[in-house]
């Protein structure tokens, strides 16, 4: 290899540099998720998504590992196979975010129709009910289809409006004072 500029060296080896801890810091946060969930009775369902948070982490840190040792050293190799695998990682991204952007619609279908299964709302698991309690508390709303008749007669204190809904969700406009 040729001499290379040393400002453009060392600019090479900072932005590694800054993927490199992008990368540990990604793969730290992967154990500590893995950790606290490990507690967790419903891990079996979350271990697929772990795992791949696993591999994506460790083959950053190592491509960064093998672009800072190309950089340092001057290895062509190692460099070119820094570049490749960036790439390639680029276009893997991408071509994840256009197939999510396609199923978008059908995964909100989906989620619309596992939340209607629940009604009423007053039969619902006390997970879901919990979950859906939150969840109007913040969203200042009620009910998933028809405001607080979805509740049936046990409408929950989340349900009362002190004031107008500035975030109104599901049917909430639907929703008649209690």
């Not at 453009?8 to 590694?16: D, E, G, H, P």
């Not at 570049?83 to 990682?89: F, K, Q």
Request: net charge negative.
């Amino acid at each position: 290899m040729g001499k290379v500029n040393v400002c453009l060296k060392r600019s090479y080896i900072i932005v590694i540099s800054l993927i490199a801890m992008l990368g540990a810091l990604m793969l730290a946060f992967t154990l500590f998720s893995h950790g606290l969930l490990h507690e967790e009775d419903e891990i079996e369902s979350m271990l697929p998504g772990l795992h791949v948070m696993y591999v994506l982490s460790i083959i950053s840190l190592i491509l960064t590992i093998i672009g800072l040792y190309g950089a340092c050293k001057e290895k062509k190799w190692a460099l070119i196979m820094f570049a490749v695998g960036m790439i390639l990682g680029s276009l893997f991204w991408i071509t994840c975010e256009i197939q999510g952007l396609a199923e978008r619609p059908k995964v909100i279908e989906d989620l619309n129709k596992e939340y209607l299964q629940m009604l009423p709302l007053n039969n619902a698991s006390e997970v879901a009910t919990d979950s859906l309690k939150a969840a109007q508390i913040e969203f200042q709303c009620c009910g998933l289809d028809q405001g607080y008749l979805d509740w049936g007669y046990n409408i929950p204190e989340s349900c009362l409006c002190t004031k107008e809904p500035t975030n109104p969700c599901g049917s909430s406009q639907k929703q008649q004072p209690v």
